[in-house]
T-cell receptor, first 113, second 113 residues
Framework: GENVEQHPSTLSVQEGDSAVIKCTYSDSASNYFPWYKQELGKGPQLIIDIRSNVGEKKDQRIAVTLNKTAKHFSLHITETQPEDSAVYFC????????????FGAGTQVVVTP | NAGVTQTPKFQVLKTGQSMTLQCAQDMNHNSMYWYRQDPGMGLRLIYYSASEGTTDKGEVPNGYNVSRLNKREFSLRLESAAPSQTSVYFCASMDLRGGREQFFGPGTRLTVL
């Protein structure tokens, strides 16, 4: 089955700096790669996703890149703000998986003013 | 729209006791999922229901049972709770015909003594 590895497990950045989280996946059939943000005491919420036919996607300060050959994808947050502090999860899914997601272990991001 | 709701929010059980975690969604989604979240391990899929009337095992189904009561509701049952089932449980729903985003509930924090 699919295996997703996520690094780093914790990330501390100064407000205004950029943050990068990297994930690798094992199943070449995976074609959907979402990123979820989880604030303390809440359920995860989708912030951005990318499909295998696209190499990069941006949404304001957030961007995701995908390298299918190397089987890795990354989340980039620019101009970080204190409200970006949360746990971020990457995930992978295939077309025939009935929407099942394989999650990475998560990255705790702390943005210090 | 309440989205995905879960009850209870917190629960403490003794080893061997049973309980049912309830989940409901009001978005008319056909697919529903149960995950558990443990420190350093991300979210792991317990069971899922691709559509009303069907349920299937996920990555960690042992010790759990599920019921897809109707299109809105998907319950998770622990027949004989064990300390290893101490975790935070999340329910999610998705429209398989839509954009593949999973919507998560607020979670149930379960402690088994």
């Amino acid at each position: 089955g699919e295996n997703v590895e996520q690094h780093p497990s914790t990330l501390s950045v100064q407000e205004g700096d950029s943050a990068v989280i990297k994930c690798t996946y094992s199943d070449s059939a995976s074609n959907y790669f979402p990123w979820y943000k989880q604030e303390l005491g809440k359920g995860p919420q989708l912030i951005i996703d990318i499909r295998s036919n696209v190499g990069e996607k941006k949404d304001q300060r957030i961007a995701v890149t995908l390298n299918k050959t190397a089987k890795h994808f990354s989340l980039h947050i620019t101009e970080t703000q204190p409200e970006d502090s949360a746990v971020y999860f990457c995930a992978a899914s295939g077309t025939d998986s009935w929407g099942k997601l394989q999650f990475g272990a998560g990255t705790q991001v702390v943005v210090t003013p | 729209n309440a989205g995905v709701t879960q009850t209870p929010k917190f629960q403490v059980l003794k080893t061997g006791q049973s309980m049912t975690l309830q989940c409901a969604q009001d978005m008319n989604h056909n697919s529903m999922y149960w995950y558990r979240q443990d420190p350093g391990m991300g979210l792991r899929l317990i069971y899922y229901s691709a559509s009303e009337g069907t349920t299937d095992k996920g990555e960690v189904p042992n010790g759990y049972n599920v019921s897809r009561l109707n299109k809105r509701e998907f319950s998770l049952r622990l027949e004989s709770a064990a300390p290893s089932q101490t975790s935070v449980y999340f329910c999610a729903s998705m429209d398989l015909r839509g954009g593949r985003e999973q919507f998560f509930g607020p979670g149930t924090r379960l402690t088994v003594l």
